[in-house]
C-alpha cells in the first residue's frame, strides 16, 4: 500500500498574536541548535540560533529558548504578521557541522 | 550580496537517465551540503564538504548518487540512474566551515527534481 507521508504539525494565529513553536530534539549531546523558516518554493532561511550554555535569545521579534534538562526548543514570534506563515524547523548539531532537521511545523497567519 | 546558487530550478527526467544537479556557494564558504526534502522522510542531509573535501557522505542513499566539489566554488551532484523515488527538492547550502561546529548554514532556492 502506499505509506503515509509526513503530516506537518500546523499552528493557527490571528495577526498580532504572539506564536510559540516547539520541537522535541532527541540527542543530549547537540550543542547548537537553529531555526530556519521555509517559504513555499524556497529554501530553508536562517532565524536565529542558540548553543547549548544559553537557555534564551532573543532577536528582533524573535525568541529561543532552550530547556536542555527535557531536550526541549521553541521559537516564540512577536506580534506575528501573514509574512511569518510558513514552515518552521529546527535543527541540532550533532557534531562537525551536521545539522539533523525536525519534521516541520506549519504557520498559518490570519489577517 | 549573492547567495548559494543552484541550477537548474526544476528539472523533469525520464527513469534510467542521468541527472546533474549543479551548486556554487557563497563566496569565501569552506564548506558546502547536499541535501534532499520529501514529504515521506522531510529535509535530509545527504553528503558535505570542507575544503573541497567530502567529510560525511554517510547520508547518500546509494551508489547512483555521487557527488564532487572540484573547487571551492562548485559542486555537482550526480543520479544515474535515476529512479521516480529520487524525485524530490534537492538542496545545497554552505556555510564559513572554519570552526568545527556551531556555524549557520545557508540555503540555495533548491532543484526540483522529478522522476518520471
Redesign the interface.
Known sequence: GESVGLHLPTLSVQEGDNSIINCAYSNSASDYFIWYKQESGKGPQFIIDIRSNMDKRQGQRVTVLLNKTVKHLSLQIAATQPGDSAVYFCAENRGFQKLVFGTGTRLLVSP | DAG?IQSPRHEVTEMGQEVTLRCKPISGHN?L?WYRQ????????LI?F?NNVP??DSGMPEDRFSAKMPNASFSTLKIQPSEPRDSAVY?C?S?F?RA???????????TRLLVL
Request: glycine content about 14%; aromatic content about 20%.
Open positions: 548559494v564548506s551540503f520529501t514529504m515521506m522522510r522531510g529535509l535530509e542531509l558535505y570542507n567529510i560525511d538542496f547550502a556555510s566551515g568545527a561546529y556551531q556555524e549557520t548554514q545557508y540555503f540555495g532556492p533548491g
